[in-house]
């Protein structure tokens, strides 16, 4: 937060960029959205995505023989 901050001191430009990067991110998910619900594609959550089990891990010392 500026506190009596003015133009000259970096507050405008601190503002427009802020604005730029919240219009940026706001059209880049406007766009993703439309290209994946055009696409057909459909959006899921991780609770419904099926997770793969990993495989149990083999130490270097129980697959060598005595």
């Not at 619900?37 to 959550?45: I, P």
């Amino acid at each position: 937060m500026y506190f009596d901050g003015g133009a000259a001191a970096g507050l405008e430009g601190g503002f427009w960029m802020t604005a730029i990067g919240l219009a940026i991110g706001v059209l880049s998910g406007v766009l993703v959205t439309t290209f994946y619900d055009q696409k057909g594609l459909t959006r899921t959550s991780r609770t419904q995505v099926e997770t793969v089990q990993p495989l149990p891990c083999r130490s270097a010392r129980s697959s060598r023989s005595a």
